[in-house]
């Protein structure tokens, strides 16, 4: 499958502002006795003013975090108190998004009216320090690893120089195949490297190794804010795994770990702010394992519309839709809206079938500064049938004060900062069926995945994501004729796209059309020349019409790319058994068999080796 990244984004330059980490009840210091919210007396800093510092100000505003300043002491609060009373009455700190009204999401960063009315009436009443005896021990934070020393710690191989100046700056790490042997994860704690440099960050699990075929030497990463991770099978479970200053990072619940294979490849996505001087980023992963494997199998939904993002200058109500109907029922846990600089209302309704509406999120003032994942304090169960609509409201105006052009002028989807970009992400857990992962028959995300790809292609037919992730729903379910139609298009619309033309090649060799699979099979090659899959098609295609010779040489390419897959090793010795070469053709055959003691293949033929009988090798298309 080809799947988009989590949307990043394009941010301003932080001013002199205050971020958090939660927040929590009221200080009783401050309330009347009969436990109403009013101020009995005029607060003082020690009293009433330090415990919502504490609490929700310093895990960002202390020293090597990424706010401008510190509030751990009076004499950092009280020459702050009129900012701390501004940024606080229009509730621009703590930096939380969505409306008061929406569900309840973890980690609720809003202020009280009762707190913000203390903050105030103790900066305008001169910010008063009160008793001693009256303050509370300042927090103590974690230093290091929030969550402990890591079990495994990999670090970026190289830096990467980020310039003094210009626009922000999207750079992807890769982190190649940190792990030996198969494992579970249960968190992922990102280390970003200075704190005052990236505005936030989010992993993701590439299990093909694609990504790395995009730096031009092994370790130097690559730019671009939107990335696409390839990946040849059905592979659909995900997670947000996503980082921004303040955030502590997030344990996955039993039953819902994060595979990660030997093969696989972790790669970050950072957005980078320059700082004013030449800086280097080098950020760390902390990886936490468990032995309980994931029985629980969430997906990503994306839905988008910036195919009707035209949006003309002057504009302050420019409105974009979408509509999804799931084909399932699912557990929504976890909802990241986005756009860029023009985003003003964002809004996610959830339609049911019997008609009644929830709101899923509601963000009345959208500052893509302050974007997050949200995570639901409890799962909303969405049935079958129900439909999720997103409202996208864009001001193009001159009144707001976020948008990038002045004067104004047409605005149009894209990955510049000038751009603009209408996602919706929801993180589903799948309640119908088995939900299994052991590929996509009965499994209801296969039935998610499909609604998702012919929906975005009744929007867009030039989809090419869309059509290839169809394609290769629809080979897995073994529907031959819909997977060819669908890599067809894949094909016509990226003609140089080695993994549409790999899966273009493995259609036509389902169908029993060899020959017409082999060009499309060598152009895959000819773009991607260490690509398994199509040396192993390629192989099979050529020994299908008898070029045993040529199917040798692929084959042996495929055995060394992959030395530890038995269905190359098997189907090399079958083509030296073709070939002549009896005495290599057993070793690969007896190799085949160490790796699969029950591999069919290579046991009827090492038998038939035995008695001067070569084989023919499979066509089993990869």
């Known amino acids: 499958m080809k799947r988009r990244a989590q949307s990043a984004a394009i941010g301003l330059a932080l001013l002199a502002v205050f971020c958090v980490a939660k927040a929590a009840d009221h200080s009783p210091s401050s309330r009347a006795a009969d436990g109403n919210s009013r101020v009995t007396t005029s607060p003082t800093y020690t009293r009433d003013i330090a415990p919502i510092l504490f609490r929700s100000c310093a895990p960002c505003h202390r020293p090597g975090e990424a706010a401008p300043f510190s509030l751990l002491t009076y004499a950092d609060a009280k020459s702050h108190a009129r900012l701390i009373e501004e940024m606080t009455k229009r509730r621009l700190m703590p930096p939380w998004l969505p409306a008061a009204d929406d569900p309840k999401f973890a980690d609720d960063l809003r202020l009280s009216d009762d707190e913000i009315a203390r903050l105030r009436d103790w900066a305008e009443s001169g910010a008063a320090e009160g008793n001693p005896a009256d303050l509370q021990p300042a927090p103590k934070f974690v230093e290091g690893w929030q969550l402990g020393k890591p079990d495994l710690i990999v670090k970026a191989t190289k830096p990467y120089a980020l310039a003094a100046g210009g626009s922000d700056v999207y750079w992807n790490f890769v982190f190649r ?38 730096e031009k030497n092994p370790g130097d990463g690559f730019g671009g804010m939107e990335l696409t991770i390839e990946s040849e099978f059905f592979d659909p479970d995900s997670h947000f795994l996503f980082w921004k200053p303040g955030s502590a990072p997030y344990v996955e619940p039993d039953g819902m770990a994060i595979p990660l294979d030997a093969n696989a490849d972790l790669v970050l996505n950072t957005h980078l702010q320059p700082s004013g001087k030449p800086e280097t980023v080098q950020p760390t992963l902390g990886l936490y394992f468990t032995d309980k494997p994931a029985t629980l199998h969430p997906i990503l939904l994306q839905m988008e519309n910036d195919g009707a993002l035209d949006i003309p200058a002057g504009a302050k109500e420019f409105v974009v839709n979408d509509d999804f109907t799931l084909p399932v029922s699912v557990s929504l846990l976890a909802i990241y809206p986005h756009a860029h600089y023009l985003g003003k209302d964002l809004k996610a309704l959830a339609t049911l079938p019997d008609g009644k509406t929830e709101t899923l999120i509601h963000i009345p003032n959208w500052d893509l500064n302050w974007q997050a994942v949200y995570r639901y304090t409890d799962p909303m169960t969405l049935p079958a049938g129900t439909k999720i609509s997103m409202r996208f409201t864009y001001d193009n105006s001159a009144e707001n004060v976020r948008n990038p052009n002045h004067p104004p002028a047409r605005v149009v989807a894209g990955n510049r900062a000038s751009d603009e970009m209408a996602h919706l992400w929801l993180q589903v857990l799948p309640t119908d069926g088995a939900g299994g992962a052991g590929g996509s028959a009965g499994d209801p995300r296969a039935l998610i995945q499909e609604a998702m790809a012919r929906h975005h292609l009744e929007k867009n037919p030039e989809d090419f994501e869309a059509h290839y992730n169809l394609a290769a729903l629809m080979q897995a379910r073994g529907d031959v004729a819909d997977s060819y139609a669908q890599f067809s298009d894949a094909v016509r619309l990226r003609p140089e796209d080695a993994a549409a033309n790999n899966g273009l090649g493995a259609a036509l060799l389902a169908a029993g059309r060899a020959e017409r699979a082999i060009p499309f099979l060598r152009t895959a090659l000819k773009t991607r020349p260490d690509y398994f899959d199509a040396h192993y098609n390629l192989g099979n295609a050529l020994a299908s019409g008898g070029d045993f010779a040529g199917a040798l040489a692929e084959f042996r390419a495929a055995a060394k790319l992959r030395p530890d897959d038995a269905d190359a090793e098997a189907n090399l010795g079958s083509a030296l058994a073709e070939t002549g070469n009896l005495k290599e053709a057993r070793v690969h055959f007896e190799r085949a068999l160490q790796l699969n003691p029950n591999h069919e293949l290579a046991r009827e033929n090492l038998k038939q080796i035995e008695q001067d009988a070569p084989s023919t090798p499979s066509d089993k298309p990869r």
Request: hydrophobic share 40%; aromatic share 2%.
């Open 177 to 214: 195949a940190p792990v030996d042997r198969p494992r579970w994860l249960k968190a992922i704690e990102i280390r970003p490297g200075d704190k005052r440099l990236v505005h936030h960050a989010n992993v993701l699990v590439d299990r093909g190794q694609t990504a790395r075929l995009q």
